[in-house]
């Protein structure tokens, strides 16, 4: 990659929603659960505390309990996180959604499909090549850089196999942070 491109293009990867959980529910068997307006529930036996995450399923309807902690002692959280459970912050109910091991836990995993946008800037200008363009992830989205790239500049997938110069695998989901250049057309 060249080290002085002419432009430099910002485009970040923001999360517009929620995304859906892929759980099988235990009334109607459907795959589909849905976060979006989840609320925890903490409950007190001594001075253990049980917090579950309460998702619903998009078929029946139907409440079930994703379990964030089991038997923990009071004394081991911090106050802003217990008064964020009892007040269901929803910054924390997607933190702790979009935590990888408390989906491995409760055996479910994200479906992005329609829950993410790319913010890039609205003009192409097709003078000064090459062009350099940083991707930022604010959320774990896994996208495929290939079809990210072709839908931020317009391009085919087999214009940008083309023309783009990238350190990662275009074929394989990301969620991390990449930069990649487009080259002049031939």
Not at 58 to 66: A, E, G, I, P, Q
Request: net charge positive; hydrophobic share 40%.
């Amino acid at each position: 990659m060249p080290s002085q491109p002419h432009i430099v293009l910002p485009w970040v990867v923001r999360r517009t929603r929620l995304p859906l959980l892929s759980l099988r529910c235990v009334d109607c068997g459907s795959e589909s659960a849905i976060a979006g307006e989840s609320r925890f529930r903490v409950n007190a036996n001594g001075k253990l505390l049980h917090v579950w995450l309460l998702v619903r399923c998009v078929s029946c309807d139907r409440t079930n309990k994703l379990a964030v902690h089991e038997r923990a002692p009071v004394s081991s959280f911090d106050p802003a996180v217990l008064h964020g459970y009892h007040v269901n912050d929803p910054e924390l109910v997607a933190s702790r959604l979009l935590d990888p091991w408390l989906a491995r836990r409760n055996r479910y995993t994200l479906d992005w499909t329609g829950a993410w946008r790319l913010d890039a800037p609205s003009e192409w200008i097709d003078e000064g090549w090459p062009v350099q363009v940083r991707v930022a992830f604010e959320d774990p989205v896994p996208v495929r850089p290939g079809r990210l790239v072709a839908h931020g500049l317009g391009l085919s997938r087999n214009d940008v196999l083309r023309r783009v110069k990238c350190d990662i695998s275009l074929r394989r989901p990301t969620s991390a942070d990449f930069t990649f250049m487009v080259m002049a057309e031939r």
